[in-house]
């Protein structure tokens, strides 16, 4: 579904980090865990983690105790400080929505085969991220999260969603 609210796409981003390698059933699991720990996902307070906080959330159970992960949630939250402050209200979200010229994507696929893993958007908002200073957020990432977000609309054709994802985009006028 359609996400335009800049802190909700931080947090989607985060969390996609985080399910990096792993089923989304883990991440599912740990998710009110991974919310408490890290402050909500709340930019600006995680943003100021230190490396005493870092080293509290590494032995954590509640999360996923990944080095890179943590370290990626932080960076990631001073990259998006700086994106906001010099970029303004609703900067993280034209950054995220541009690769789809702020439109809703729609791809018309019948079988999960069809589905890629990664697409031309995916790779544009990598490169875009990555030169803002993010980090775990490959092409790959980037495709999966653009799927979550709203911004493609990759369900199957058979599924209940896809309608209803293009109605809402059609009534937002977000429809590509």
Known sequence: MPVHDDRDLFAKLV??????????????????????????????????????????????????????KVASAVRNAQAWCDLMDRGGAHAFRDLVWEPTGHRVKVRRLRTRSEVPAES??????????????FTFCGPVICHAYMQAVGCVNEHLVSCFRHAQV???ARRARLLA
């Open 120 to 133: 031309p958007e995916s790779r544009a908002l990598s490169t875009r991220l990555k030169a803002e200073g």
């Open 15 to 68: 969390l996609d980090g985080f399910q990096a390698g792993l089923s989304w059933i883990t991440i599912l699991r740990r998710r009110s865990g991974i919310l408490e720990a890290f402050d909500g996902l709340d930019p600006e307070r995680v943003a100021r983690f230190g490396s005493r906080r870092v080293a509290r959330l590494l032995a954590d159970p509640r999360i996923i105790r990944s080095r890179a």
């Open 166 to 168: 293009i109605e809402l």
